[in-house]
C-alpha cells in the first residue's frame, strides 16, 4: 500500500533542481500492481549525480510531488533521438498516484519544458498496457505516433510513443 500523504496538494506546482535528499526518497518509493515496473533501481544510480532530473514540488521547499528527466535519459532503449523533439519522461510519488492530480503534475512539466527547451515538439513513450497514463497524455494533447518494442530486464515491452507540438 502507497505511504500516506499527510500533506495537502500544494496549491502550486514548481520544477526545480533535484537535491541529494529528494533523489534518496525517490529511491525508496514502491508502485503497486503491474506499475511495479516503474519502481526505482538500485542499479540506475542516484538521479541527483545527473542534472536531466529535476523535482517537482509544490514550492522551493514544499513536499515532493515527483520527477521528471528529459533527453537521452527519458528514452528507453533502442529508441532514437529526434532532430527537434525532446524525449521526456515523469515519475509521480505513488502516494498522490491515482488521486486526480496527474494532469495538473504532467501539466507543470510540459510548461517547464515548452519554455525551456528549444524544440519543436515533446515525446514520450508509455507502455501499452497503462491506460491510465495515455489516457492522461491523450488529454494533454499529445498524440499517438507508433510503438517502439525494446528488451527490458529479460522482457519484451511494448511502449506507445507519443508526441505534442
Known sequence: ????????????????????ADAEQIARWRYEGPWEVYNPRAEDGLMSDNPAYLAVAGDRD??????????????????SAQDDVLDIGVGM??????RGHGAEFAGAVLDHY??????RSLRTVVQAWNERSLRLMRSLGF???GDHVCEQDGKQVVYKVLVSG
Request: with cysteine; aromatic share 6%; glycine share 12%.
Open 1 to 20: 500500500m502507497p505511504p500516506v500523504i499527510d500533506d495537502a496538494w500544494p496549491g502550486e506546482l514548481i520544477v526545480r533542481s533535484l537535491t541529494v
Open 62 to 79: 514544499g513536499p515532493l510531488i515527483g520527477f521528471c528527466c528529459a533527453g537521452v535519459e527519458a528514452r528507453v532503449p533502442g529508441l
Open 93 to 98: 510519488n505513488p502516494a498522490w498516484v491515482g
Open 114 to 119: 515548452r519554455k525551456t527547451a528549444a524544440v
Open 143 to 145: 498524440t499517438e505516433a
